[in-house]
């Protein structure tokens, strides 16, 4: 069995069967959305599996164009125990709508920060102010999705009780290698995020590191507890 918590199922050519075949291998597969219209129309088709997830997102590179969804994001909030895929992008493509970015964010966390989810965060070039803005807003069961920043980072983020979830990539390159090797192994989740990354093979991320699915299927059930 394995475990992505940060799939984008509905982008797959043919989502339903992706979903229909995971659940048929007793794969967990949490998919995350981009808009909150998307959860929305997405929802429904999820609800009669036992191990496919949907959560409600809402992805900064996208927020400046649809900035009117917040409301759709609000009215959604009690329909998932899963948040994502949300965060900040200050990258170079996106560093323009650093403020519209930062005040969607803030009131998508308004929404959550009393309520019992496991979210997964964006965070690229935006890792220390994400992690501000999660922590003034103490928001709970976080997992920074591929996660490409400072390392000296990663103890504080480890200390306020939060995850990472890794991929094929990342086990395929030196900062990516570097980066994993200072993540507690009882902190660290899998994730394929496609379709968008080519190198998302679960198994073989695994092996590349020499982690086996039982410790990931343990990590994921401890932060599972946390939202009971």
């Known amino acids: 069995m394995i475990l992505d918590t940060h799939c984008h199922f509905d982008m797959m050519p043919n989502p339903e069967k992706y979903i229909k075949d995971a659940e048929n291998r007793g794969d967990i597969v949490v998919g995350m959305t981009n808009l909150p219209s998307h959860f929305r129309m997405g929802i429904n088709h999820v609800k009669c599996y036992n191990n496919i997830r949907l959560g409600l997102g809402f992805h900064p590179q996208l ?10 994001f609000e009215s959604s909030v009690n329909q998932t125990s899963y948040i994502g895929e949300i965060g900040l992008d200050f990258s170079r493509d996106y560093i323009a709508s650093k403020n519209i970015q930062l005040e969607c964010l803030k009131r998508i966390l308004s929404s959550i920060c009393e309520k019992k989810k496991i979210v997964s965060v964006h965070s690229r070039k935006a890792e220390k102010e994400l992690f501000t803005i999660l922590k003034d807003f103490k928001i709970e069961n ?82 599972i507890k946390r939202i009971k």
Not at 63 to 72: D, F, G, P
Not at 202 to 211: D, E, K, P, S, V
């Open 63 to 72: 927020i400046s164009e649809h900035m009117t969804e917040l409301a759709i």
């Open 142 to 223: 976080v997992i920074f999705h591929w996660y490409s920043g400072p390392l000296n980072l990663i103890d504080d983020i480890v200390n306020e009780g939060y995850y990472f979830s890794i991929n094929e990539a990342m086990t395929l390159s030196e900062s990516g290698r570097r980066i994993i090797s200072k993540i507690p192994t009882d902190r660290i989740l899998t994730e394929s995020d496609a379709p968008y990354n080519n190198k998302n093979n679960i198994h073989n991320a695994l092996r590349n590191i020499g982690f086996s699915e039982s410790l990931i299927q343990s990590n994921f059930n401890t932060l």
